[in-house]
């Protein structure tokens, strides 16, 4: 019987973040509050920072006009 993956919602006070631990390890992390912020890390911490780098692209991306 397959084990049921559970996904976890935290904030750091700042982000929201859902974790879903992978198969193979660590996590795909999302943003309840920002559909466009992916990414992925092998702790809870590591996701934290590399949501903030996301985010921060995510938010230069949206400056730029072409």
Known sequence: MAKKQTRY?????????TF????????????PLD???????????????NARDAAELLREVGSVRV
């Open 9 to 17: 919602t935290v904030s750091d006070g700042k982000l929201m973040l």
């Open 20 to 31: 879903e631990p992978q198969e193979e390890g660590g996590y795909s992390i999302t943003s």
């Open 35 to 49: 559909p466009e912020l992916v990414t992925e890390a092998e702790t809870i911490q590591e996701g934290f920072e």
